[in-house]
Nanobody, 119 residues
Framework: QVQLVESGGGLVQAGGSLRLSCAASRSLFSIYAMGWYRQVPGKQRELVAAFTSSSITRYTDSVRGRFTISRDNAKNTVYLQMNSLKPDDTAVYYC?????????????WGQGTQVTVSS
């Protein structure tokens, strides 16, 4: 199992920046994949950015060039630097970790942090 604790959300004006943090309860090297998702009411949760099992970074098209995912292995923490924020980025952001289990891959989620971008 892994526990994920997110921080860093808040209210920001369009064009501003925020950095989200996700602290994991175990070494990042023991986690198969890790990333950030977001969700707005009435819509499905969507991938924002992630490290794949090969440590390759992935971004959804709408944030590429504005958001950067990074990791600090010593702190067991993954970050999401969000620049040039737009009102469409408003959502609850969730940290996700995937662990390999006998049946395949198990997903774990943080509690979510609200990001609100005002126009």
């Amino acid at each position: 199992q892994v526990q994920l604790v997110e921080s860093g959300g808040g209210l920001v004006q369009a064009g501003g920046s925020l950095r989200l943090s996700c602290a994991a309860s175990r070494s990042l090297f023991s986690i198969y994949a890790m990333g950030w998702y977001r969700q707005v009411p009435g819509k499905q949760r969507e991938l924002v950015a992630a490290f794949t099992s090969s440590s390759i970074t992935r971004y959804t098209d709408s944030v590429r060039g504005r958001f950067t995912i990074s990791r600090d292995n010593a702190k067991n923490t993954v970050y999401l630097q969000m620049n040039s924020l737009k009102p469409d980025d408003t959502a609850v952001y969730y940290c996700n970790a995937q662990l390999v289990v006998a049946a395949g891959v198990q997903n774990y989620w943080g509690q979510g942090t609200q990001v609100t971008v005002s126009s």
